[in-house]
């Protein structure tokens, strides 16, 4: 019986294959293109992206990617797989005492063996670490170049930082996500270095929770540990990633999500010309310099608005936003990681060391007997 059901769905296979012609038979984008939405997907086999942090975000992002069909999938990590982590979608119990990126090259090559992945047991903020991520992130495509995209998937600042830093010197596009410690809301962010703010350019980004987290503090808890918030936000990443390198829809700049209120708050964030990062501040020279796509106008007969009255007061408006001095109005529903203090300029630091020193010894004598 068995063996009837094996022949009637090799019958099947072999009756979708004849409809579309399909050279990577484990990739699941077929549907793009019998939908028109973009003309090969098979595209999806040249290009490489790296993974960083396989984690709840990161392992479900890994799987998503090798399903579609991913060209070279890069993994770094460098925690091992707990009992603690069968809550995500992806680790199993037999796993446990594995490397993270051990145990996922495991599972992903059973899943799609047509992907090329490489693996590192790492940890990417250590100095000598780095030199070899940034290594590894300018030299490994499937043509020994720049991967086409990096997607962070970890759970610190100090490793969001590392490939911020990596990102913005090498001049690599990479996207930005995160859990909440509630596990009820995550976003994700687009980052072109100099084009849009990098993650040094203001206080990151967070979904508003609208909840008590002294509530969530409890001993020996992973609060952000469910397999739901973890894998909407996967699937927001993979499916950004898609847009991205396959060139359909529009990319999104920064989409948040809240599982309290099902809020999805999105926005556009410009850099910061006084970013901390020189390499950032480089980047947005280089981007300035580069000519802009001029907008075609129609020429009009009159000079006369097309709607005479405007009722409802509709007007377009730039949902951009511009950071300056770590000042930004944020989307509704968004708000930042902490407060940077005001810096003083250098224009204010001198005018206050000038004045220091016109006032002599006697005279500041005699302003503190007055106190």
């Known amino acids: 019986m068995s063996a009837q059901k094996n022949v009637v769905v090799r019958e099947k296979i072999d009756k979708m294959s004849s409809e579309v012609v399909d050279t990577n038979p484990y990739s699941r984008l077929m549907a793009l293109k019998r939908m028109g939405i973009v003309d090969n997907y098979e595209n999806i086999r040249n290009y490489t992206v790296a993974v960083v942090g396989v ?23 460098y925690d091992k797989v707990e009992l603690a982590n069968m809550n995500r979608l992806f680790f199993q119990p037999h796993q446990s005492g594995l490397s993270k990126v051990e145990a996922a090259a495991e599972t992903l090559k059973h899943i799609n063996p047509d992907v090329d992945i490489m693996t590192y047991n790492m940890n990417i903020t250590t100095v000598d670490n780095f030199e070899l991520f940034t290594k590894i992130l300018t030299t490994s495509n ?11 998937c970890v759970d610190n600042f100090e490793a969001r930082f ?63 540990s469910l397999p739901t918030t973890m894998g909407i936000i996967a699937g927001f990443l993979v499916q950004n990633t898609l847009k991205h390198l396959l060139q359909f829809g ?73 950071v300056k001095d770590n000042k930004i109005n944020v989307a509704e529903g968004v708000t930042l990681a902490y407060t940077v203090p005001k810096q003083e300029s250098v224009e204010e630091c ?12 006697d005279e500041l004598m005699a302003q503190m007997k007055q106190i």
């Not at 499937?142 to 962070?152: A, C, H, R, Y």
């Not at 529009?250 to 099902?262: C, H, K, M, P, R």
Request: glycine share 6%; hydrophobic share 35%; charged share 25%.
């Open 250 to 322: 529009q990319v999104t700049n920064y989409l948040g999500y809240s599982a309290l209120t099902d809020f999805f708050p999105t926005m556009s964030l410009k850099p910061n010309p006084s970013c901390d990062d020189n390499q950032c501040r480089l980047r947005q020279k280089e981007y300035a310099a580069k000519p802009k796509p001029e907008v075609a106008v129609e020429a009009k007969e009159e000079d006369q608005p097309f709607h005479e009255d405007n009722e409802w007061g509709i007007s377009l408006v730039d949902e951009s936003v511009e």
């Open 142 to 152: 499937l043509s020994n170049g720049p991967v086409d995209l990096v997607l962070s």
């Open 350 to 361: 001198e005018e206050a060391t000038s004045s220091n020193k016109e006032i002599s010894l």
């Open 55 to 77: 984690g709840g975000v990161g392992s479900v992002t890994a799987e998503m990617l090798t399903r579609c069909g991913i060209g070279r999938l890069i993994l770094f990590d």
């Open 162 to 224: 590392a490939i911020n830093s990596a990102c913005n010197e090498f001049n690599l596009s990479w996207f930005e996500s995160g859990v909440s410690e509630n596990a009820v809301s995550g976003h994700i962010q687009f980052i072109i270095p100099g084009e849009t703010a990098c993650f040094a350019c203001a206080p990151p980004l967070i979904v508003a929770s609208n909840i008590d987290e002294k509530t969530l503090k409890r001993d020996g808890v992973c609060a952000a």
